[in-house]
C-alpha cells in the first residue's frame, strides 16, 4: 500500500454511515491488569489509542507506552527544521502529550531511526518481551494495525503479533492511523469483521484532543515555507477525534493448506490441474516468461512446481532448475516432464531448499499459505536470492474453497514486503503477476545501453 497524506484522502464523514453499521464488541478494561501501547512514532499513542490510554488512567489500569522512534523523519523537505532538531520537538511534545492523557504512565524510548524498524526489529521485540514478562495478571497489548500501509507501523505490528503469540495471558488489539485516509469507506479493505470499539467519556475524548493539540510540529506548519505543511491537519485529525475509537482484534491464526489435502487433490486428478490443455495456462505461462527480464538465469527454483509444466520451459531459459512441491505424487510426472531439472519434496517454509538464487518462480501457490508462513517465505526468498535476481510471482484472482486467502492479497503482501518496487505489475480480470527485483537488478533497456 502506498499513499500520500498530503493528498484529500477519504472524506471522515464518508466514515460515519459506515461506522454506524458495524457490529463491534466492546474494548473491556475491567478484565485487564495493564495496558502496553507499541507507538511507532510520537503521536501514534494519541491518535490510534489517545482515549483507551485515558480511559484506562480513569480505571486505575497501569499503562506502559513503548515508542519505537522520535519522528524525526516527518519532514524530509523541510527548509526550516533539521531532523536532529525535530527529534528534540517530538520527544517532548510526546511526553507533555502523554502528561495529558495519563500523568501516572510510564514510556519506554527505544531510540529507533524514524522508518528503520525493519533493520531494528529485535529492539522492539526485546523491549515488548521484556515488559511482558513475569506481569500478573492479563495485559492489553495496543499496536498499529498491520496493513496501516506504512512501513514502520507494519513492522511494529508484525513484532507485537509474534510476541504477544508466545506470551500466555496477553491480548492483542491493533488499531488504524493511515486506513482512514487512503481506506475506501464504501469497499474497506480493513478487517471491520473483527472490529472492537471503545465508546470514549467526555473527559476522555477532551483529554484526547487536548494530547494532539500537544503535538503542534504535527497539527501546525512548522513555517508558510513548502515542506513545512502539517502532517495531521484538521482534516486528517477528525478521522481520530470521533466519540469512539476503534482496533481490530487479532484473528485465529490460519493454518496453510495441508499436505494431505494436496495428496488427495492428485489421487483424484493425477494431472492436478489442466495445464496443459487449458489456454488460460498456456498464456499465463507465456506471460510469466515473457516478463522474465533477462533473457538467461545461472540458477532458478520454482515453488510449488506441480507436474512440471512450468518447470520444463524454465529448463530452457537457466542453467539448473530446481522444482518444489508439497506432494509426492506430482513430482514423479514432473521428473518425466522436465528431466533436465531437479526436484525436492518440500513443504514452505521450513523445508527451504539450500542453494542461491538470481531467479525465483512463485505461480499459484501463496494463497495456500497462512499468513505467517508467506512471510516466512517472502523472508526465505528475500534470504536466498541473488542482488542481480528477481521474483515472479503469479496469481489466480477469482475464489478459491481450498485457498486460505487470495491472490490479491499475496500479490499485496509481497509489494508490502519486498524491499523495492515492482519491475513489473500486469494485472487482468483472471490474474495478478508481479516481478520483484533484487538489488542490482536495472531494466532491460538499461541492461542493454539503450537508455543515456
Given at each position: 500500500?502506498?499513499?500520500?497524506h498530503?493528498?484529500?484522502?477519504?472524506?471522515?464523514?464518508d466514515?460515519?454511515p459506515f461506522l454506524?453499521?458495524v457490529?463491534?464488541?466492546p474494548?473491556r478494561?475491567?478484565?485487564?491488569a495493564?495496558v502496553?501501547?507499541v507507538?511507532?512514532?510520537?503521536?501514534?499513542?494519541?491518535l490510534?489509542a489517545?482515549?483507551?490510554?485515558?480511559?484506562?488512567a480513569d480505571?486505575g489500569?497501569?499503562?506502559h507506552?513503548l515508542?519505537?522512534t522520535?519522528?524525526?523523519?516527518?519532514h524530509?523537505?523541510?527548509?526550516?527544521?533539521?531532523p536532529?532538531?525535530?527529534r528534540?520537538?517530538?520527544d517532548?511534545?510526546?511526553?507533555a502529550?502523554l502528561a495529558?492523557?495519563?500523568p501516572?504512565a510510564?514510556?519506554?524510548?527505544?531510540g529507533?531511526?524514524?522508518?528503520?524498524?525493519r533493520?531494528?526489529?529485535?529492539?522492539?521485540r526485546s523491549a515488548?518481551?521484556e515488559?511482558?514478562?513475569g506481569?500478573d495478571?492479563?495485559?492489553?497489548?495496543?499496536?498499529?494495525w498491520r496493513?496501516?500501509?506504512?512501513?514502520?507501523h507494519?513492522?511494529?505490528g508484525?513484532?507485537?503479533a509474534d510476541?504477544?503469540e508466545?506470551?500466555?495471558?496477553t491480548?492483542?488489539?491493533?488499531y488504524p492511523i493511515?486506513a482512514?485516509?487512503w481506506?475506501?469507506a464504501?469497499?474497506?479493505?480493513?478487517?471491520?469483521?473483527?472490529?472492537?470499539s471503545?465508546?470514549?467519556?467526555s473527559a476522555a475524548?477532551?483529554?484526547?484532543r487536548?494530547a494532539l493539540d500537544?503535538?503542534?510540529s504535527?497539527?501546525?506548519?512548522?513555517?508558510?515555507a513548502?515542506g513545512d505543511e502539517p502532517i495531521?491537519?484538521?482534516?486528517?485529525?477528525?478521522?481520530?477525534l470521533r466519540p469512539?475509537?476503534?482496533?481490530?482484534?487479532v484473528?485465529?491464526?490460519?493454518?496453510?493448506?495441508?499436505?494431505e489435502?494436496?495428496d488427495?487433490h492428485?489421487?483424484?486428478k493425477?494431472?492436478?490441474?489442466d495445464?496443459d490443455?487449458s489456454?488460460y495456462?498456456?498464456?499465463k505461462?507465456?506471460?510469466t516468461?515473457?516478463?522474465l527480464p533477462r533473457?538467461?538465469?545461472?540458477s532458478a527454483?520454482?515453488l510449488?512446481?506441480?507436474?512440471g509444466?512450468?518447470?520444463?520451459?524454465?529448463?530452457e531459459?537457466?542453467?539448473?532448475?530446481?522444482?518444489?512441491?508439497i506432494?509426492a505424487?506430482?513430482?514423479a510426472?514432473?521428473?518425466?516432464r522436465?528431466p533436465a531439472?531437479?526436484?525436492?519434496?518440500?513443504?514452505l517454509?521450513s523445508?527451504?531448499?539450500d542453494?542461491?538464487?538470481d531467479l525465483v518462480?512463485m505461480?499459484e501457490v501463496?494463497?495456500y499459505l497462512?499468513?505467517s508462513?508467506l512471510?516466512?517465505?517472502i523472508?526465505?526468498?528475500l534470504?536466498?536470492?541473488?542482488?542481480?535476481?528477481?521474483?515472479?510471482?503469479?496469481?489466480?484472482?477469482?475464489p478459491?474453497?481450498?485457498?486460505?486467502?487470495?491472490g490479491?492479497?499475496v500479490?499485496?503482501?509481497?509489494?508490502?514486503?519486498?524491499?523495492?518496487?515492482a519491475l513489473?505489475?500486469?494485472?487482468?480480470?483472471?490474474f495478478?503477476?508481479?516481478?520483484l527485483?533484487?538489488p542490482a537488478?536495472?531494466?532491460?533497456?538499461?541492461t542493454?545501453?539503450l537508455?543515456?
Amino acid at each position: 500500500m502506498s499513499f500520500d497524506h498530503r493528498e484529500p484522502g477519504t472524506d471522515p464523514a464518508d466514515w460515519t454511515p459506515f461506522l454506524d453499521t458495524v457490529a463491534a464488541l466492546p474494548v473491556r478494561l475491567d478484565t485487564v491488569a495493564s495496558v502496553v501501547v507499541v507507538a511507532p512514532h510520537p503521536d501514534d499513542e494519541t491518535l490510534g489509542a489517545g482515549g483507551l490510554i485515558a480511559s484506562a488512567a480513569d480505571a486505575g489500569v497501569p499503562v506502559h507506552v513503548l515508542l519505537v522512534t522520535n519522528g524525526e523523519g516527518s519532514h524530509p523537505d523541510s527548509p526550516s527544521t533539521s531532523p536532529e532538531r525535530l527529534r528534540s520537538i517530538r520527544d517532548t511534545e510526546f511526553r507533555a502529550a502523554l502528561a495529558v492523557l495519563a500523568p501516572a504512565a510510564s514510556a519506554t524510548l527505544l531510540g529507533v531511526p524514524d522508518g528503520g524498524l525493519r533493520e531494528h526489529p529485535d529492539l522492539l521485540r526485546s523491549a515488548l518481551t521484556e515488559r511482558l514478562t513475569g506481569v500478573d495478571g492479563p495485559v492489553l497489548v495496543v499496536a498499529p494495525w498491520r496493513g496501516d500501509g506504512h512501513r514502520d507501523h507494519r513492522i511494529a505490528g508484525e513484532v507485537a503479533a509474534d510476541v504477544v503469540e508466545h506470551a500466555p495471558g496477553t491480548e492483542l488489539l491493533e488499531y488504524p492511523i493511515w486506513a482512514w485516509h487512503w481506506d475506501d469507506a464504501s469497499a474497506p479493505a480493513a478487517p471491520w469483521d473483527r472490529a472492537r470499539s471503545l465508546v470514549l467519556s467526555s473527559a476522555a475524548l477532551d483529554r484526547k484532543r487536548a494530547a494532539l493539540d500537544a503535538y503542534p510540529s504535527q497539527t501546525r506548519p512548522l513555517s508558510p515555507a513548502p515542506g513545512d505543511e502539517p502532517i495531521v491537519d484538521d482534516r486528517h485529525a477528525a478521522h481520530h477525534l470521533r466519540p469512539t475509537e476503534w482496533f481490530f482484534a487479532v484473528s485465529a491464526a490460519q493454518s496453510s493448506r495441508s499436505r494431505e489435502s494436496f495428496d488427495a487433490h492428485y489421487a483424484r486428478k493425477p494431472e492436478g490441474w489442466d495445464f496443459d490443455g487449458s489456454w488460460y495456462e498456456r498464456r499465463k505461462r507465456a506471460v510469466t516468461l515473457a516478463a522474465l527480464p533477462r533473457e538467461r538465469y545461472r540458477s532458478a527454483l520454482e515453488l510449488g512446481c506441480a507436474t512440471g509444466v512450468l518447470t520444463a520451459e524454465l529448463t530452457e531459459r537457466a542453467d539448473a532448475v530446481l522444482g518444489t512441491d508439497i506432494a509426492a505424487a506430482p513430482l514423479a510426472r514432473a521428473r518425466l516432464r522436465a528431466p533436465a531439472a531437479r526436484f525436492v519434496q518440500a513443504q514452505l517454509p521450513s523445508e527451504w531448499p539450500d542453494g542461491r538464487w538470481d531467479l525465483v518462480v512463485m505461480s499459484e501457490v501463496g494463497y495456500y499459505l497462512s499468513p505467517s508462513d508467506l512471510d516466512a517465505t517472502i523472508d526465505r526468498v528475500l534470504g536466498s536470492l541473488d542482488d542481480d535476481g528477481v521474483l515472479v510471482a503469479c496469481h489466480w484472482r477469482h475464489p478459491d474453497d481450498d485457498a486460505v486467502t487470495s491472490g490479491d492479497v499475496v500479490d499485496a503482501r509481497l509489494a508490502e514486503r519486498w524491499p523495492r518496487p515492482a519491475l513489473v505489475r500486469h494485472v487482468e480480470e483472471d490474474f495478478v503477476l508481479s516481478v520483484l527485483p533484487g538489488p542490482a537488478v536495472v531494466s532491460v533497456a538499461t541492461t542493454e545501453g539503450l537508455t543515456p
